[in-house]
Structure formats: C-alpha cells, structure tokens
C-alpha cells in the first residue's frame, strides 16, 4: 500500500486535480494534505475533502506557517503508515495505474523506484523527461525521476533523515543522493505516468533564487564527487559523466568551472551531445 503526501501553498485552483489523480487507486491506504501556511481559501478546501473521504488527513504547522515543501513533506512522513510514499505537489497529478505498476516493481531491500515524467508547460508544449538507468549518471545529470515521479521506501527515508528543510534547492536529488549512498537497490520504471505542470512562478525558475539555485547544484555535485572518490568508484566513467554534466552546467549559467573538471572529458563530452543531436535531426527527416 502506499502513502500519498500532498504539500500545499495557495494551491486552491489545482488542489482537486491532484486529489482526483490518487484518491480512487485502489494501493492508496492515506491521503496527508499538508498545509503549508495558504491564504487562498486551500485550507477550507483541504478540510471539505478530508470531511468527505475518510482515508483523507489534513495537517498543518504549528500556528500555520509557512515553513516550505520540504517542511510539509517531512510532517506528512512522519504520520504515514504505509511502506511505500508517493509525494504529490499540489499543481501536478498522476496517470492511471503509475502507482499500481510501481509498487509490482518493488522488492526487499529497494529503496526507491525511478520513475519518468511529461513537463506540461503553459503553452502547451510537453516536455518527456527520462531518467538514466545508471544511477550515478543520473544523479550527477539530474537524471534519476523526480519527488513525484518516483516512489520511496518509508523506512529508507527515515532512516537518512527525510528532506534537508535548509536547502532551498536541490532538495530532492540531496536526498536520492544520502539515499543511494545507504541504499542503493533501485529499480526503475521506464513508463511515463506522471505529469509536472510547470509554472512561470516556481522556485526553480525564479530569477531572484538563480545564484542560490546555482551554488546549491554545484555543492551537491562536489559531494557527489567526494564520496565517489572515497568509495574509489570514481573510476573513467563517473569522471567523465561528472566533468561533463558539471562543465555543461558552468557554460549555460556562465560560471567559473570548478578546479576538479576535467576539460578534456568536457571537450568529448560536449562532442557527444552534439553528435547526437546531429543524428537525431536526421532521423526525424
């Protein structure tokens, strides 16, 4: 059975389409709203569905503030009871049967399953976001699911400690990082059965948090890095994937490379892309 935990912040407009996506599949056990300090009427609308199906809890900080996502995820983790989570922002929803073939996949000892996702942007463009079955790939590319695409272990999650309400950004891939580093069974679900509104307002695109945002993706990836190398798994490979994602990030946001790239893997690696996208130009004609 599964968990659902919902964060809310002046979600009123979208907090149904969510709902509506979980509340009638058959794995879910309870549904967590969990309020994050709305002004927008959401709290009424969180208790009226709450009072209507029983397997729906509503939560809220103390005195209702508005402590972030990451706060309401991790409150809504420590009232769960199923074995398995499935975190739902509010503005995003889940295709029918996402979480019932999920849950086929898990086994003893996973820790999570790496799921795909559709990017629906305002102007209707979809964006198909595969994850990379290698798991350090993708965690160094940004590449490994996403909080709503994937499904967690409950206990796996506890036990490293839940979302890190400090970070600002890059909230979930630190925590697959601390996950997979105790962890590391996954599996991965290769269907795309997850759907992520995106909004002209989010954190992830709010230019006043660009330089935050920046300087968290890099630290993570130095972390990455640095247990890598004392695991002695930073072999050609993980050098390679490293130097490029890390130096590709550094030209797009105009930041000074990091003294541990290596520009000659960068050099190859920006070659590949390019090539790549030489062939796939060709094979749409």
Partial sequence: MVSVIIPVFNNKSTLERALSSVINETEVLEVFIVDDGSTDGSIILAEQFATKYENIKFLHHPYNENRGA????????SKASSEWIQFL???DELLPDKLAGQLKLTLSGISMVVGNSIHVYPNGRMHYRKSDNNIWKGLIRSKLGDTCANL???QSL????GWDEKLSSSQEYDMMFRLVSDFPNVVFDNRYLTLIHKTENSISTNPNKKEQRMQNWIALRQRIRIYLVWKR??????????SGAVGLFCDINVVEYPAEISMLFYRIY?????????????TKR
């Fill in 270 to 282: 920006k070659l590949e892309l390019e090539i790549k996208k030489i062939l796939h130009q060709i």
């Fill in 158 to 161: 506890i036990k490293v400690g």
């Fill in 233 to 242: 798994e930073f072999g050609i490979k993980n050098q390679y994937n490293w």
């Fill in 152 to 154: 967690w272990h409950r």
């Fill in 89 to 91: 922002d509010a503005d």
């Fill in 70 to 77: 990451t706060a309401s995820r991790n409150l809504g983790l």
